[in-house]
């Protein structure tokens, strides 16, 4: 299925997590925020967090600045 | 000693953490710096080369994060990235910065404030980016900023302090403390602001692509506890006409 991050179109496993997609981006997810569908979620949730065709998911991270 | 929002800060260096040429030089430097409190800015993850994560490699118990609303034209863009600032783990400290032009990065003081309102009413420790205006100061201080941050040119100028006048009135009346943001483009900057009675400074572009940051970063570290120093000593006063500075009796031998 797809869903758009940052976007762009990506194509996705079915009934993958929040976190999976994170960690199969080689991303860390104590340290990416994600807002999904406009909503900020939670840390706790990523795990349980399923993602849905069509989704808008924006992975967010810190990065330096002044 | 330097008391924020009940937390202590034995350095009176802030950091910042963008433009350096690499993670290990930045590492170095804010070492070197002393500084116990750093900017952080929020990106979106660049998903082909998502590069580095500040966060692996930054000391969270050493340093207290100050994350940076940098990119937001308007209030309402800058509470979004608070919020995201602290659901990214970045805390409550917030460096408050609401820049719609592009071309100056000046600090839009309508919204600024507004935003200062709503994001103290949510318990973020707001430091807000202004210019320097004493009347914007005291109306920040009013809706709860625990600092206030005027600049001293824009942002990074390295042009030093152009608002001296201002910052004086700034420091004279403000309750909060005031940290002199933006435009320090060498020590004596900073030193002259800490004579002025700033109570910090906060430095980025100038350690960040000097030379070499890490004794870049120790000068400014050294600047800042001279001028510290010399505002606690008590400047002696400006005047016009000379003051001869040795005896003007006792001279009769030459006559």
């Not at chain 2, 071309?103 to 949510?122: I, N, W």
């Not at chain 2, 002199?180 to 002025?196: I, K, N």
């Not at chain 2, 000097?210 to 800042?224: E, L």
């Amino acid at each position: 299925m797809e869903i758009i991050c940052n976007s762009e179109p990506r194509q996705v496993a079915e009934g993958i997590s929040l976190e999976k997609y994170i960690l199969d981006l080689d991303l860390n997810p104590n340290t990416v925020v994600a807002e999904y569908n406009g909503q900020i979620v939670r840390r706790e949730d990523y795990a349980d967090y399923i993602m849905e065709e069509g989704a808008i998911l924006e992975l967010i991270r810190f990065v330096g600045g002044g | 000693m330097l008391t924020i929002a009940g937390h202590k800060f034995s350095s009176r260096l802030f950091g910042g953490t963008g433009k350096f040429s690499s993670s290990e030089i930045m590492k170095k430097a804010l070492d070197a710096s002393g500084c116990e409190m750093i900017t952080v800015a929020l990106r979106r993850v660049n998903l082909n080369d998502p590069g580095d994560d500040i966060m692996s490699i930054i000391d969270r118990k050493r340093y207290l994060l100050l994350p940076n609303t940098s990119g937001a034209r308007d209030a309402d863009e800058a509470i979004r990235l608070a919020r995201f600032a602290r659901a990214s783990g970045g805390g409550d400290w917030l460096k408050l910065e609401v820049t719609p032009d592009p071309r100056t990065l000046l600090p839009d003081p309508v919204e600024t404030l507004r935003a200062t309102e709503v994001l103290v009413k949510e318990g973020f420790i707001v430091l807000p980016y202004m210019n320097a205006d004493p009347i914007l100061a005291l109306r920040l201080q009013d809706v709860g900023a625990a600092a206030v941050m005027p600049l001293g040119s824009p942002i990074g100028t390295n042009q030093g302090i152009l608002t001296r006048f201002q910052i004086e009135i700034i420091i004279e009346q403000a309750r909060v403390p005031v940290v002199v943001d933006a435009g320090l483009g060498a020590p004596s900057h900073a030193a002259l602001a800490m004579e002025m009675g700033a109570d910090a400074v906060l430095v980025n572009t100038a350690i960040a692509v000097a030379g070499d940051p890490v004794i870049m970063a120790q000068a400014f570290a050294k600047a800042v506890e001279a001028g510290r120093m010399a505002y606690e000593s008590g400047l002696g006063r400006q005047q016009r006409e000379s003051m001869a500075s040795s005896p003007q009796s006792g001279l009769e031998f030459l006559d």
